[in-house]
């Protein structure tokens, strides 16, 4: 479509700039769970994910953002279709490279988390073979995890995007190779260091792991965030995508339970839109929530309106302002209690023709109320200098209590009548009982407490979805006679096979299963007696299938004994606060003394400067706005700076950064002559020079 | 792995530089049939295909090409695997982005084949936002072809290099949508029109269709190639991805059915090594075939040497110099007579033993072999200065003639003896018996004539991989009483999804057939007559499967009346040859008159120097030298300029694009302003100036 040109800018007003001091202000789209790729084959809905995602960057040039932050599930399927990863490649490529002068100097190691065994850099801007305009930070999500073993380790569809430079993936999670290195590996986060002006930001992004085992390294201590040596004097944002609403123990991530040095979580995953921080209790940080930007279910959270935040900061201060996703179909949901309704409007219980009336009327409704929402968004975005855009079909969901109701019509078929009307005809009713008649769900619910196959807000497509592999996978072995392959380990190997579409999952569980097999085998009888051999044979496969067992449940089982309880994870909050310097950290630089003590000490020609403007530190809680101008206040004490000890014979090179940021970017990449022009716009806050790429063409 | 630094150069010769005009001289590195992919399960030889493109682009970089050609097969699978695309990715972005300045001036429109709806170029050093060194141009093969019908149309492989300006996709061809069109179509070929100082290089680019229709669009002079006016004064590649070799009627693409302004034609597909240029009888032409860079079979021609060729081309001559690809696992292949080795070595044919004895030893000399052949490549290039490698696991395969022997040991187990010695222990031997005893092979021979199935040069494995799929279907759909699905219909949606990994194609006929029978089955009985359904169906299922027949078939059938038959393929050798101002040209500009004769009228200021360049034009054969650097005859005759005849109100672009190449160029793009540079070098010969990236900042 268009491209980044000024003209695009005409007619919006400018973002509040945050205390006039756009030099020190950095401006970050944040958007999340795009889950591009959603229902793509759907006649009409099938564009809706790319069309947010398309226009979440036409926001982002609109704004003129330093760069797009993202928080998990770009994409939906783990392994997208071509169409979807070009569409993706596309878009990115057409409104994230350009002439847009960056203005964000990296100050963190352009090679960290860089493709092993190539030049280019991990970080796009920093590659001088390619113009960025925006750079897009993400994290991977449950959705696009990484997955497989090939040459290239495991590997996700931000890879894939990132190999090419189009994002700048962080988050990535090693995943542990063996029992012994799960025992030991824990979760390192390597933050991605930015600096405007007389701002500093900590970027720390942690993809997606399971929540079980999120929440055993979180209590565990063994979330080590390498921090600089001043990290209250950064603003320090964490991104991850986790359970944040519980959905049973272990479940969830506790909000609570991060480190106090950071100002900000972005929390991916959850689809309904708060962006408003939040502050949690006891903490000194604020959480906000993006959510999605279409609609994966059609529950209650995914009716708020979607939309992106522009979050901008300065100093410790900031401030986020919800922009709507104009785009998006509207989608509106309702419940009614049939038993009630028939009561109050006076219609038979028993009529089925009449109960169908009755559910047509409040269909309508539902839809005359989404067409409303839309025109009015649509009248203010209009009023506002926008064009003007087609309203498309809305998303209804009506969930239907039919408590005492003995039969009811096909709610596929009901949907029938609505074509044309709707974009989800075929789902437009759910059904349930109330509670006290719902109990024959219970076991269900037991079996399987994160997946609420009874909730009444999901589809009979919804709950079909989710229905345990494994359940199958023993039924199916066992009249197939092939429980040698073991239930844990083979419906793994399906589930890997069918969410993560990795075609040779089974294929490697069968090789591996069998090969083990026969090793137990020769190892239990070197000279086997055919009359015992299905003795043995069953002994070593229960044997495997207690391992797998215990492999699967490994890191909250075994971990227990040095991990603490979930009651005392009060005592844990700081617990990944660490010593940059106690564990092999990014920022020694042995070969360069530093003082032990003082930041400001070793930056002299900086200290007026910085000193002035770094509001609040140690424990004070960072100062969120929302779409407000109050900025007087930025002038703080600004003693007692918080010294973590310094170990011996390592330096702070954290502490010296802000005075040898030239020095430190230029040692980080082969093609320094390139990037010159780069990094002189990022320290004299030239405007209008490029990363590595001249304007002197201009003419 | 290493930069594109200076150093590299350092202790190779350059490339022998066509008669002293490096300025007008175009170096090419020519390959193709990559295959990545290939086995890449394969514990041994998995990299093998990965290897040898990365050696290819180091070539590249090394003889300081002015681009890569590229001709079809770049991937082994329809849909690569992550990692696969992921490498190849990583590889593009390493060796083809930096600052080596091009000299390659585009001439031809850099929007002509871009993505629809975004702005970036279809060429990709034409966009000022990717510093290109190398630029790639590939066509697709029979493996990577465009497949899916999304909202982006068919897409393959190349579509996500392309996308993200790693490869420049020449060569796609417009499926037909419907029979209606598949009548009209026929196929069109843009070129890609480049000029080095005064070489200019027409690159006309066709991915591969089966070859039937090929075969078809040529005898019906379908093929429409887009030709500047003085084709004649261009040198011009043809780039195809067929069968040469003939495997039936219609199953391969005659040498000699090709345009007469074509100088080279770079044939894909094939995978033996040809480098050497063939002429064609009664042709101009000449062939190169570079075959593949990796053997997916183990078969005769795939012993042959791997090689990439360099191609310079200098005005109207050109040169082709076969480059080994070192680093390629040594393959022998041979094959022995079981009844005349007992003969001659007097063993027993009836002794299992005594002829695994000789089996072995014969399988002894040729690991010897190829290790030989393996080390003496090593040694010539160590004593070109290259760093030694190590020695791989070499390819050996033996075709043993089994005629009158009764009973054979199991070749699979055979081949474990040489597990850690051979790259193929599993099938290092194939088993056959000579032609007098081959006769029950005939029947299936006759109903697959393209996939000889019973080539003694196949393993099991490589036979099974060829069963038909028709034959299958027919019997279980029979067995599932599914018959109205339809064999032809079905068939061809499971070809769909197992060769060009499509996971919807089953679910799209199924659908599409029991719509269309739905359909059929009302039309036929508004009033169903409940008793003659059954009847009605059958009707319908019927009329339909013909459908599928005859689409499948449609193209060379239904065309016959029109189309010349095989005979008279001689007559149309010169049918693809078309006034390029009579079918919607490129190069129309009809706003700006130009002379109806004489090239060189409308580029006064550049005829002299023009028509002394071009040697051979008209009928006369390009000049073809093999590692030649005989170079005096370049000043020939030069009247007899064959003029196509102009038709009325069309404007010779084509012509005037030698003196307005500036301006054409800068229309082609927004940006104008920052690829002036690039552009300059292109005209005005600096060396060091780069793309559209300015090395100011060197300093």
Not at 12 to 34: F, Q, R, V, Y
Not at 368 to 397: C, F, H, S, T, Y
Not at 563 to 578: H, L, W
Request: charged residues 30%; hydrophobic residues 35%; aromatic residues 4%.
């Amino acid at each position: 479509m268009s491209n980044h040109s000024d003209d695009e800018l005409e007619g919006i007003p400018p973002p509040t700039i945050h205390n006039g001091d756009p030099e020190s202000t950095i401006k970050i789209m944040l958007a999340t769970d795009n889950h591009i790729g959603y229902n793509e084959r759907d006649p009409i809905r099938g564009q809706d994910s790319i069309n947010a995602f398309k226009e979440i960057l036409q926001l982002a040039v609109k704004h003129d953002v330093d760069f797009i932050l993202l928080a998990g599930d770009l994409f939906h399927e783990n392994r997208p279709s071509r169409d979807c990863l070009y569409q993706v490649m596309a878009l990115l490529r057409e409104y994230t490279l350009g002439d847009r002068p960056i203005q964000i100097e990296l100050l963190s190691d352009p090679n960290d988390g860089k493709a092993a065994g190539y030049s280019f850099p991990a970080i796009n801007y920093e590659d001088p073979n390619l113009n960025i305009a925006i750079p897009v930070f993400s994290i991977h999500g449950n959705h696009d995890d990484p997955q497989g073993a090939g040459p290239e380790g495991a590997l996700c569809a931000l890879d894939m995007l990132s190999v090419t430079g189009l994002i700048n993936y962080m988050g990535k999670i090693d995943l542990p190779l063996n029992d012994a290195e799960a025992q030991n590996t824990g979760i390192a986060i390597r933050p991605v260091l930015l600096r405007k002006g007389n701002t500093r930001l900590g970027l720390y992004g942690v993809g997606n792991v399971k929540d079980q085992r999120m929440h055993f390294e979180l209590r565990s201590n063994r979330v080590r965030m390498y921090m600089p040596k001043d990290k209250d004097d950064w603003f320090n944002i964490l991104l991850i995508h986790q359970n944040r609403v519980a959905h049973g123990p272990q479940q969830s991530v506790p909000e609570g339970m991060f480190d106090d040095s950071i100002d900000l979580i972005v929390w991916g995953h959850e689809h309904d839109c708060r962006i408003i921080p939040e502050p949690v209790a006891g903490k000194r940080y604020y959480i906000t929530q993006p959510g999605s930007s279409v609609a994966t279910s059609l529950a209650d959270g995914e009716s708020l309106e979607k939309h992106v935040a522009l979050l901008t900061i300065h100093g410790k201060e900031f401030q986020l302002t919800p922009i709507p996703l104009r785009g998006v179909r509207p989608f509106v949901i309702d419940d009614v209690n049939l038993a009630e309704a028939a009561e109050k409007e006076g219609f038979d219980l028993n009529d089925k023709i009449e109960i169908a009336k009755y559910l047509k009327n409040k269909v309508n409704e539902l839809i005359d109320k989404a067409n409303e929402q839309w025109d009015e968004r649509n009248a203010r975005a209009i009023a506002e200098g926008e064009p003007e855009l087609p309203r498309p079909l809305p998303l209804v969901r009506l969930k239907v209590d039919t408590t005492d109701v003995s039969e009811m019509s096909n709610p596929v078929r009901f949907g029938q009548e609505f074509q044309g009307r709707l974009a989800n005809p075929r789902d437009v009713l759910t059904f349930h009982r109330s509670k006290k008649s719902a109990t024959r769900g219970t076991k269900v619910k037991a079996d399987q407490p994160e997946l609420s196959i009874d909730d009444p807000e999901l589809s009979v497509a919804e709950k079909l979805s989710k229905v345990r592999v494994q359940t199958l996978v023993r039924e199916y072995l066992a009249a197939q006679e092939l429980q040698l392959l073991g239930e844990v380990g083979m419906s793994d190997a399906i589930e890997m096979f069918v969410d993560k579409d990795d075609p040779h999952a089974i294929q490697t569980h069968v090789s591996t299963a069998l090969r083990s097999l026969m090793k137990g085998v020769q190892a239990n009888g070197a000279e086997v007696d055919p009359e015992n051999i299905g003795d043995i044979v069953e002994k070593v496969r229960e044997e495997q299938e207690q391992n797998y067992k215990e492999r699967r449940e490994e890191k909250p089982s075994k971990g227990k004994g040095k991990a603490k309880t979930a009651d005392e994870s009060d005592a844990s909050m700081d617990s990944m606060m660490m010593d940059v310097d106690g564990g092999g950290s990014d920022f020694e630089m042995s070969d360069e003394p530093a003082p032990k003590k003082g930041r400001a000490k070793a930056a002299p020609k900086k200290t007026a400067a910085a000193s002035k403007k770094a509001p609040a530190r140690g424990k004070a809680k960072a100062k969120a706005k929302v779409v407000s101008d109050d900025d007087d206040d930025e002038e703080e004490d600004q003693d007692e700076i918080e010294e973590e000890p310094a170990p011996p014979k390592r330096t702070n090179r954290a502490a010296v950064l802000s005075s040898h940021q030239t020095d430190a970017c230029s040692q980080s990449s082969k093609k320094a002559p390139a990037k010159a022009p780069a990094r002189k716009a990022a320290t004299s806050k030239a405007a209008n020079v490029n990363t590595g790429r001249c304007d002197e063409g201009e003419t």
